[in-house]
């Protein structure tokens, strides 16, 4: 997706993706525990590379979703490192935006009067603090039954990224998921992960907020954003996307990172 949507990035940066460990092409390690601390420093030694492989002293982050949550504590962690932070679809507190979206579906569903997705839905409860009680299994269940309540028209439609990136076979996709989820869930339910306590940043930062983001909450992700305390701070609201700004509204999305960059000028 990357390819498709953000080639004109390269132009004016150098625009590295990193596949994290036991993900994509990264290698398999079985014998290590995975744990957000073991992703942060993993980050940090990549970062590490690329300042000496390309004579920086300071690069630019943009945590998306899960990458989010590394990237914060990536920056507050080594805010020498880097000279701004970007989150997009910035994770917050994953149970209470869990609990958001489910609050979302219930209420249009009830005003359709759609009783068969109320009925499925009530066959997978979900707990006070966000959690389900099978886990993905549940999860994945709800984000089937929820998805055309999820969306909105004014987001555009995506194509499937396994058909777009020949390096990568379904099973670099889904390995990844089954094998980690269960490890690093642990770490995010029952409101262990809120990043609300973690306001202070040394370096500036800013948010892209997809306006119908669901996955992780745009609402939780504002409050945030108007909680942080930074030497420089900006939110993007991205009126026309949902969880994937840089591919939904892919043209405004290089335009603000060209803004970012300037705004940040580094050597």
């Known amino acids: 997706m990357s390819r498709k949507y953000s080639q004109d990035l390269a132009q004016n940066f150098i ?11 990264s290698q398999t390690d079985t014998t290590v525990a995975l744990t957000p601390g073991l992703y942060v420093e993993d980050a940090h030694v990549v970062t590490q590379f690329l300042q000496k492989q390309y004579h920086r002293n300071k690069i630019f ?3 998306h979703s899960w990458g989010s949550l590394i990237g914060v504590n990536l920056v507050q962690k080594y805010p020498q490192d880097y000279a701004a932070y970007i989150g997009m679809g910035q994770l917050v507190n994953p149970g209470k935006s869990e609990m958001l979206a489910r609050n979302h579906v219930v209420q249009q569903a009830t005003l359709r009067k759609d009783t068969a997705t109320l009925a499925a839905l ?44 020949p390096d990568y076979q379904a099973l670099d996709w889904m390995t990844p998921v089954m094998r980690t989820y269960k490890l690093l869930s642990s770490y ?3 409101g262990k992960v809120n990043l609300l306590k973690q306001n202070a940043f040394q370096l500036p930062v800013y948010f892209i907020v ?5 996955a992780t909450s745009a609402e939780l992700a504002q409050q945030y954003f108007a909680a942080i305390k930074a030497p420089k701070k900006q939110l993007f609201l ?23 960059a300037a705004a940040n000028e580094v050597k």
């Open 188 to 190: 995010m339910d029952g």
């Open 61 to 63: 982050v943009v945590g």
């Open 15 to 25: 625009f590295v993706s990193w596949d994290q460990r036991n993900c994509g092409k």
């Open 210 to 214: 997809g306006k119908y983001d669901y």
């Open 122 to 165: 009530a066959k997978i409860p979900l707990s006070a603090d966000g959690t389900y009680l099978n886990g993905l299994d549940d999860l994945l269940k709800f984000r089937m039954l929820s998805d055309k309540y999820l969306t909105s028209s004014e987001v555009a439609e995506l194509p499937n990224p396994m058909t777009l990136c």
């Open 238 to 260: 991205f009126e026309h996307s949902g969880h994937q700004p840089s591919w939904e509204e892919p043209a405004l999305f290089q335009a603000r990172l060209r803004q970012i």
